[in-house]
């Protein structure tokens, strides 16, 4: 096949690709918001056939000619369709190397893993989940051995979810922020109780919280004609394209914080969609390049600009607008400090700013263990109250609120914990080196987040996939990743909050 | 190709179609509700890669000789299959008998009509459209000659859109309701303004109007399990299968009833929806069966049901229970009165349940004359203006909110809007029979929906496809249709509502 005739046909199976990907996406999101329950029975098969559709597209031996012809010219392709080629090259190769019953059998045991994890959690029974995880590290170490033999198989996994990713450098990051956090975590728990929360709690009629929501949505310039904003329990975001990106929110009456921080965090996953290049337009590279690039733009905006002292100042005035009884007896700092409360806590999603990495480094911990076989199944929970007791000094009463609270590691998902505590500690960094060139606090305290937004445009957010995670961050810090700006950024933050 | 062997590729097709007629449901669903503005952007490539990929899957040869060999054999299969073969048949009839390049070009034509009609109406000039719809006429000829010569050419596009419907019946229907509604009107108006409807304005806030909904719902016996309530400008229904059904509603502070009446018309159309039968489902005659029957369920919810003295009585507690204030000066008999003013106006959509058949009536007429080219498109605005005057008695003062108020001709659907009274006037004769089963306004007042519902569903719902609707209605009332069932409704009504 000559390379003119496989850029041809490559462009074709993508434009086919990226159609099948928008109706995955838009089946999903609405499944998530608007579908009646029962719609699950009808979107099952309509799932299955078009799986079966896009299988078929890319799972034949011309697209395999055609990927290897591109491959093999790489060097002389543009970078746009070079990155896509590499993309695709990649994501086949586990179709490839898999025999197409073993796939088929992970596929069905995925599916009645997570069936089992909700009956498992709902009766607190790690019992009836654990034959299911001992079936899935074995298949992921089988993909590993096939895919890359003689590397480590929890390696190879979590250079699956993040390019370039190592235990080596996992355990230099997790064992600088262990050292650090955990003293000062026990410094902060011996000052006592003495940050005032009461008024969190407080009652906010849900229409005056969409009200606010639209006010943050406005200072985190989140245009509307190019991103919806939904309901749903667990926010979430997706986008099909940059002109379509939704975040989702919940709205608790007694907690006007929950829906604010997960309109935030949420909006700046949707920032970083919103604003990829437009020269991506259409390609498969259209997107966030990887999952702790996106976290960490997501906790940037939630926790170093949202929790900051200059962001309080910024929208306790809305907050007062909104909620005048509510607030009526309340000062922008104490409604600074409350937000910032540390305090260790049992469920990783409903954690604090400072403890909340110590919960992925039990998940890292584990997950590395199970993978090398240090750790049997069946001694996970127990571990795993072990560690809670030892990072956060809490007893874990149940595994409902212990090992079997998060869903990842029973569909299938070993390797993609560490990516929440890197993209927390990748925003610290970003904020020094902004710094640098702006005063990010005065920035926003004069509701000027659109200058900030532009900064993160021009190094992170346009080049898409075209840059590896590595390569951002280097891209915007002008170094490779360094987690003394994360402890440095936690421990000062929380020296000032409690007057260590 | 021997029958098995057609049966099998039959299915596979059949399959995937669905899977398809599935996508482009929620895609279109998502985009009237969710989805934010600029998600045209990228709809309209997907919606043009999944068109291509549909026509690919239908429009070939293996396809046509699975078609055909089927309907060789059409006696001999299961009634189920037979409907669902003959369906398919029939929409393949024009693909093939219409050259690729004209059809092309006709669907480059209405996509570009659709476009002039908003900027048409947006500036109320009639000139812009009048070349496109003297283009689209003269193409749905041509389709009227192609696939059925000697046919004339408005009978053919009448069938197209109701099976077994011609200008000789619609004639005598509408000849019928003329001559009775029209002096009726007249004798209402002569009346002069004697009902009142003051308090039908009055601000009810929208989330109490949102638990109406939910009442109103209850009242249908719409499981919100298999259907979902959204919300968008102009309410609608859709269904991608039985068990996910979706209706939307709108909601204005200053009419209370605008919402309560369009769940109630939603409602109607989606209890055809689920109550299709079992055996039904996975096929692809799990629908309703056309249009006019489509509008015969929901107008008789809305109107036949739902503006019943009966209902009044049964909602209006609920009505003062949600807006005590609002309602305090209001009795069950001023309301019921209140939702049945008849009083003739310039939009369709708007109109009472006894002036609309008219504003039908003068579609029908223009748009019989267009095709058999009596009269010029030219010419369309002025009879327009004259007909409403003379059916009506009102002046229209533009095309805005004339001859414009439609999108339907310049979407290329001449011939559809009979479908709309013909409902009206189904409604009223299903009425009648089932009156000589049980009595309809006792189980009303006594909130026993579910009695009329099942009557429905063992003499309608259930069939889908498998009845043509000559079929439905004389399954359901045991004869033909006869609109005087219709007339005496309407007459009998108005008659004790104005004291005639």
New interface residues.
């Given amino acids: 096949m000559d390379i003119q005739k496989a850029k041809e046909l490559f462009n074709e199976t993508k434009?086919?690709s990226?159609?099948y990907s928008?109706?995955f996406g838009?089946?999903s999101?609405?499944n998530e918001?608007?579908?009646?329950?029962?719609?699950y029975?009808?979107?099952a098969?309509?799932n299955e056939?078009?799986s079966e559709?896009d299988y078929k597209l890319k799972v034949n031996e011309q697209n395999f000619e055609v990927i290897d012809t591109l491959m093999a010219h790489k060097d002389e392709l543009d970078p746009i369709l070079r990155r896509e080629v590499e993309e695709d090259a990649h994501s086949l190769e586990q179709m490839r190397k898999i025999p197409m019953d073993e796939y088929t059998a992970y596929m069905v045991l995925m599916s009645e893993a997570h069936t089992a994890w909700v009956e498992a959690k709902l009766n607190n029974d790690f019992g009836k989940i654990a034959p299911y995880l001992e079936k899935i590290i074995a298949f992921n170490k089988r993909v590993a051995e096939l895919c890359a033999p003689g590397m480590d198989a929890y390696n190879y996994w979590l250079n699956e979810f993040e390019q370039g990713l190592s235990t080596e450098k996992l355990d230099a990051f997790f064992g600088r922020i262990r050292s650090a956090l955990v003293p000062l975590i026990k410094k902060i728990s011996e000052k006592g109780d003495v940050i005032r929360t009461d008024f969190l709690g407080r009652i906010c009629p849900i229409?005056q919280q969409k009200k606010l929501s639209e006010a943050v949505m406005d200072i985190m310039h989140l245009d509307?004609?190019?991103?919806?904003i939904?309901e749903t329990e667990h926010p979430f975001t997706t986008h099909?394209?940059k002109?379509?990106?939704?975040i989702t929110t919940h709205y608790h009456e007694d907690s006007v914080v929950s829906n604010m921080y997960s309109v935030i965090h949420e909006g700046g996953h949707a920032l970083y969609e919103l604003h990829t290049g437009d020269d991506l337009i259409?390609t498969s590279i259209a997107s966030g390049t990887s999952m702790s690039i996106h976290e960490s733009q997501s906790r940037f905006f939630e926790n170093i600009i949202g929790r900051s002292r200059a962001f309080c100042e910024l929208i306790f005035p809305k907050i007062r607008e909104f909620f005048p009884e509510q607030f009526k007896d309340v000062t922008a700092n104490e409604f600074y400090l409350a937000v910032n409360k540390a305090e260790p806590s049992l469920i990783r999603t409903e954690a604090d700013e400072l403890t909340y990495s110590l919960h992925i480094m039990v998940r890292y911990e584990l997950e590395k263990r199970m993978m090398s076989g240090e750790i049997a199944v069946r001694d996970v929970p127990g571990e795993w109250n072990r560690l809670y007791k030892e990072y956060l000094g809490i007893d874990v009463p149940d595994d409902r609120r212990g090992v079997l609270q998060d869903m990842h590691w029973f569909g299938g998902m070993i390797g993609y914990f560490p990516s929440y505590a890197l993209g927390s500690a990748y925003g610290a960094q970003i904020l020094h080196h902004m710094n640098k060139e702006m005063d990010t606090g005065a920035l926003v305290r004069e509701n000027k987040l659109d200058v900030i937004i532009a900064w993160l445009t021009e190094k992170i957010y346009k080049y898409g996939m075209l840059l590896r995670p590595e390569e951002v961050l280097k891209n915007a810090c002008g170094e490779d990743f360094d987690p003394d700006y994360y402890v440095n950024y936690l421990t000062e933050k929380m020296t000032e909050i409690y007057d260590l």
Avoid: Q, W
């Fill in positions: 434009r086919i990226l159609a928008h109706v838009v089946l999101y609405d918001t608007a579908a009646p329950k029962n719609s029975m009808g979107l098969s309509t056939v078009l559709l229409e509307r004609d190019d991103c919806s939904g099909f394209n002109h379509d990106v939704r259409g």
